[in-house]
C-alpha cells in the first residue's frame, strides 16, 4: 500500500534545496548529502542524520531519494508480475518469509511491534521500515519516484561536488543537482547473475514437446508455474534451498544442483534429487560433473546477483582480480578498493565522497547497517579524527584485510563481500570501535554487537521450534506479552531449549540452520 503522507511530502520541494546561483553562493549548506535507496540500509543512514543534534549537523542539507512508490526496498512488493527479459523491482515473492528472527533483524532499540510473528512474511519488514520513518520523523527527508540516473564527480581528489541528475518518475523531468558526499544504499538484488554452460544454448533450441528455458530467481513469484516441469536449480544458497522446498509440491521432478560434497541440507523434502555441478548440456538434457545425467524442462537459477551500480562511476571489469587499481572497480562479485566494505579509495576525489551501506552479506541488515551509518556520520563531521590515516595506508589496510581472507583459504574476489566463518560481529565492532575511538559516540566500553545478538548464531533449534509452535496453532501464546528486546531474547531462549529438548526426546537428528548470522 502507498504511503500517501510520504508521497505527498516526496513532491514537495527539499526543505533546503541547494541554488546554485552566484547570487546565492553565500547561502550554499555546509555539506550536502545524497542517500540513495529507501530500503533497511538507506533508512539507518538518514535515521542516524536526523537524530544528531541540530549543532552537529549545522547548515546540512541531506536528501534520500527512492525510486520506488514507498520505502521498503526489497520487501517492497512490484506490483506489476514480471516479464523476461524485463528485469522487476524486486525478486520478492508473496511467499517470502524470513529466514532469520526478526529480533535480529531490528535498528537497535527499535523492536518490532508486539504480535509480530518470530519469522514473519515480507509485510511485516516493509511495515517495520515504514513505521521507523514515521516514529523518528524522517518522511520529509525522502523523495518518493525518484531516481538517481548518473553521478560524476566534477573536482580532483581534494575538492569538488558530484553532479547529479535526479529523475522525478512521477512528472518524467530530470533535474540536476550538486552534492558534496553520496551513500550509495541501492541494494545488491537488481542484476541477476546468469551463468551459462557449453551446449546450453543448442539444448534450448532443440525441444519436442515443452518449451525448455533458462530461469532466475528474481523472476519467481508463484510454485504453480512450473507445474508438471521437470525442473533442476542451480544453487543451494537461500534462494535455491527456498524454490526447491516450493516446487516440490507442484513440479514432476525436482534437481538441486550442488557444488561440493553435500549430501543434505535442511528442509529439503526427500524427492528433491541432489545432483552434482552442471559440466555440459546436450540436446537431452544436463550433463553433471560426475557424468551423471538428467533430461530437464527448465533450469531455475538460483545464482546470485552482480554488484552492479550504473549509476556510479565505477570500473565495470569481469577479469579483474588481485590488484588495486586506484579507480573504483566491479568485477561483478566484488567492489573495490573500499575500506571496511563502506569508504571508495578512488582517488579521483576526497575520502568520504562517496560511500556504501549495505553490501556486506552474511549479516544481519539492519544493526550493521545502523552500525556502518555511525561510522559515515562521524565521517561527515571529522574525517581526519575516524579514518585511521590517509588513502595509502587505508588501501595498506584493505590488502592485508583480503590477505586474510586468502590465508583463510577463501579469495575475496571470489566471495566478494561476504563476512565468512562468523566474522560478521567482530566487523560491525570493528567499524564502530572507530566511532568511538573519534569520541563522535561514547565510549561506553562495550562492544556494539550486543551479546543477545550474537547468541541468536547459536539457537540451532529456533526456526524449527517457531514452524513447530506454528503447525500445533500455540505461536500466539509464546508472543504474548513480548515488547521489550528483552522480552524477546526471552522468548527465543525459551522456544530454542522447547524445540531442542523436543527433537532429543524423539531422537531426531541434529540439522544445522545454514541461515543464522
Do not use: C
Not at 217 to 243: H, K, M, Q, T
Not at 304 to 309: K, Q, R, S
Not at 337 to 350: T, V
Amino acid at each position: 500500500m502507498v504511503n500517501v503522507k510520504q508521497l505527498v511530502l516526496s513532491l514537495l520541494p527539499a526543505l533546503q534545496p541547494p541554488d546554485s546561483s552566484p547570487e546565492a553562493s553565500s547561502h550554499l549548506p555546509s555539506k550536502r548529502i545524497a542517500i540513495i535507496g529507501g530500503g533497511t540500509a538507506g533508512i539507518a543512514v538518514l535515521k542516524r542524520l536526523a537524530e544528531l543534534a541540530p549543532a552537529e549537523r549545522a547548515g546540512w542539507d541531506f536528501v534520500l531519494y527512492e525510486q520506488r512508490r514507498d520505502v521498503g526496498g526489497v520487501w517492497l512488493p512490484d506490483l506489476n508480475d514480471p516479464h523476461p527479459p524485463q528485469l522487476p523491482e524486486t525478486p520478492l515473492y508473496p511467499s517470502l518469509r524470513t529466514n532469520t528472527p526478526v529480533p535480529s533483524m531490528t535498528y537497535p532499540g527499535v523492536p518490532y511491534p508486539p504480535g509480530t510473528p518470530l519469522y514473519p512474511n515480507h509485510v511485516h519488514i516493509a511495515s517495520y521500515l515504514r513505521n521507523v520513518t514515521d516514529r523518528f520523523g524522517l518522511q520529509s527527508y525522502i523523495k518518493l519516484n525518484h531516481e538517481v540516473v548518473h553521478a560524476h564527480w566534477v573536482g580532483d581528489s581534494s575538492s569538488g561536488y558530484w553532479n547529479t541528475t535526479v529523475r522525478d518518475k512521477t512528472r518524467g523531468v530530470d533535474e540536476v543537482r550538486k552534492f558534496d558526499h553520496i551513500v550509495n544504499s541501492a541494494g545488491n538484488y537488481h542484476y541477476p547473475r546468469t551463468p551459462t554452460w557449453p551446449g546450453e544454448e543448442t539444448w534450448l533450441r532443440t525441444s519436442r514437446n515443452k518449451t525448455r528455458r533458462v530461469f532466475h530467481s528474481i523472476f519467481y513469484r508463484d510454485p504453480r508455474d512450473f507445474a508438471g516441469e521437470r525442473v533442476l536449480i542451480v544453487g543451494s544458497g537461500a534462494s535455491g534451498r527456498d524454490a526447491a522446498i516450493q516446487l516440490s509440491t507442484t513440479a514432476e521432478e525436482v534437481y538441486l544442483s550442488i557444488r561440493g560434497n553435500a549430501t543434505f541440507i535442511e528442509g529439503i523434502p526427500d524427492s528433491v534429487k541432489k545432483v552434482a555441478g552442471i559440466s555440459h548440456f546436450t540436446t537431452e538434457g544436463v550433463v553433471f560433473v560426475d557424468n551423471t545425467s538428467a533430461a530437464i524442462d527448465t533450469v531455475f537459477l538460483g545464482t546470485g546477483y552482480h554488484y552492479l551500480f550504473p549509476h556510479l562511476p565505477i570500473i565495470v571489469n569481469a577479469s579483474a582480480a588481485h590488484k588495486h587499481g586506484h579507480a573504483l572497480t566491479t568485477n561483478l562479485r566484488y567492489i573495490f578498493p573500499l575500506y571496511e566494505h563502506i569508504l571508495s579509495l578512488d582517488a579521483r576525489y576526497p575520502l568520504g565522497a562517496l560511500t556504501f551501506v549495505g553490501l556486506p552479506q552474511g549479516i544481519a541488515n539492519a544493526p550493521s547497517d545502523y552500525g556502518l551509518a555511525l561510522f559515515i556520520t562521524a565521517l561527515f563531521q571529522n574525517a581526519s579524527a575516524v579514518l585511521p590515516g590517509g588513502r595509502e595506508e587505508l588501501l595498506r589496510s584493505t590488502r592485508e584485510r583480503e590477505n586474510e581472507f586468502r590465508r583463510g583459504g577463501w579469495d575475496p574476489y571470489v566471495v566478494g563481500h561476504r563476512l565468512v566463518d562468523g566474522s560478521q560481529h567482530d566487523y560491525q565492532d570493528r567499524v564502530v570501535d572507530l566511532v568511538k575511538q573519534a569520541g563522535a559516540i561514547p565510549n561506553d566500553g562495550k562492544k556494539y554487537v550486543e551479546p543477545w545478538r550474537r547468541e541468536i548464531s547459536t539457537m540451532q533449534y529456533l526456526r524449527r521450534g517457531w514452524l513447530h509452535v506454528e503447525e500445533l496453532g500455540t505461536q500466539h501464546e509464546w508472543l504474548e506479552g513480548v515488547e521489550t528486546e528483552e522480552e524477546w531474547v526471552e522468548l527465543m531462549r525459551r522456544l530454542n531449549e522447547w524445540q531442542e529438548a523436543w527433537e532429543k526426546a524423539h531422537n531426531i537428528p541434529f540439522m544445522h540452520d545454514l541461515d543464522l548470522y
